[in-house]
């Protein structure tokens, strides 16, 4: 009889690092995912660019990266000036549980970033893109609700910090509540293949990175409590899904890594005086300036500060408070500002990808010799800026794939992603270096994540180069003994899944 075929969990820590999981390893927080880490292959993980959620994700899925799937952020273009939509899918690429699927292997989804399930042979409870997302089959969230005896929670709310023990309240809710619904889903469809996100992790990572990055003494019991809700739903998620028999691997994953938010680069304003981005009769946000002046000089004293901050905790987060907090302070986004800016002689602009500039494709239209002129000018000038260390890319040099007509003409990688580019006019000057207090969050992505591989066959190695998100998808096909679609650019690791097998 020819040995069974090995089946693959895969749990998805959004935003993971080393920088902070190998500190709470050590400390005793997280004893599942030590064990995984001790007893098996441990590397970084290198995310695509820009590494964020939805091209991250996507690309791990299918393999392919943004430049094939043409997708470099949540959202794209749709229509005209100051308008987008989030990304729709990354069909008609299929994704590595499509593959498996075809081929008569049950597999199950848990909180990947899809609007709605659709037909396989198994399972799907999208997440993250919209509220109450149908499942597949149709009937399985009112089944799931059921047996949990409670509704399935959506993506947290914004955070505000007078409510910051309901937040995390919510945040662990979610982990715990993502074990069990795994647990009840592996018990009735026995995936040979499973995928489960937490979301929440990279979520309260944006918001008390500072806390965080103080190891465990600096964490608030909040945080500590959240931070074993993790592991414990891994270990539960993992125990049920070895449970089912058979040979299998736990592949811990992230799509990206996480940092120190450092400063905000506005690429906006940058352009706006270089002169690439112009204004109807000059005007851009006066009464905005003028406030975003009076806001940065309230951080200098503490009376001032703590009565700025305690103000914008509560106008953020619902659309009413949203509406005062624009009367007062004037129009600052990119969509609301889009109407001031003169398109007919604006050159370029950053929307709606943070880290890209785009051509102005609202004007008559330039030729692809003063495209390039444009790019290369613009290179030039980020290259030399004295401010910040500006990195630029444009998309061939860093994608394999040639659906590039939803890209930027360029990326911007700023102080090594510790500078967060920003598309909207909040500020009078490009380079906000000393980030205020009341900005939303301290944390930031980061290129490297991580990848932990533990189980049947799976040998303790630690590698300190990274490894690509892209090899992913060929090594969980190969490792399922599915044969890896011609052309992806991932390099499959299955031989060092195997090893002690073999």
Known sequence: MPPARRRVLVLGLDGGTFDLLDPLMRNGTLPFLRSLSEGGLRAPLASVYPPKTIPAWYSFATGLDPGSLGIFGFTEPDGGPGRSKIVQSFRPAEAVWDHLSRRGIPVGLINFPLRSGYPIHGFVVPGMLSENPPTYPTTLRATLEGSLGEPLLPELPAYRGTDRANWMSLATRGVEQRGRSAELLCEQYKPEFLFVLFRETDRVQHQHWTELSGGAGAMGADLIGFWKAVDAACARIDRVFRAQGGPAVTLVVSDHGHGAAKADFFTNRWLAQEGYLKFKNGGSGGRRRAVSRLLLLS??????????????DRLRGRASREKVAKFLAGEASFESMADRIDWAHTTAYSYPVPEGIYLNRYRPPMS?????????????????YTDAHVETFVPSEIYQGQQLEQAPALLLKIDDLSTEPRMDFSYPEPMLRERPGFFYGSGVHRMNGILIAAGDGVR???????????????????????????????????????????
């Open 299 to 312: 951080e200098k004293f503490a009376p001032s500060r703590w009565a700025v901050r305690a103000l914008a």
């Open 460 to 502: 303790p190695t630690v590698e300190t180069e990274p490894r690509s998100l892209l090899d992913l998808a060929p090594t969980i096909l190969e490792t399922m003994d599915v044969p890896v679609p011609p052309g992806w650019p991932g390099h499959s690791f299955a031989a060092l899944l195997s090893a002690a097998a073999a």
């Open 368 to 384: 692809a010799a003063e495209k390039a002129q444009v790019v290369a000018e613009i290179r030039r000038k980020l290259g030399a």
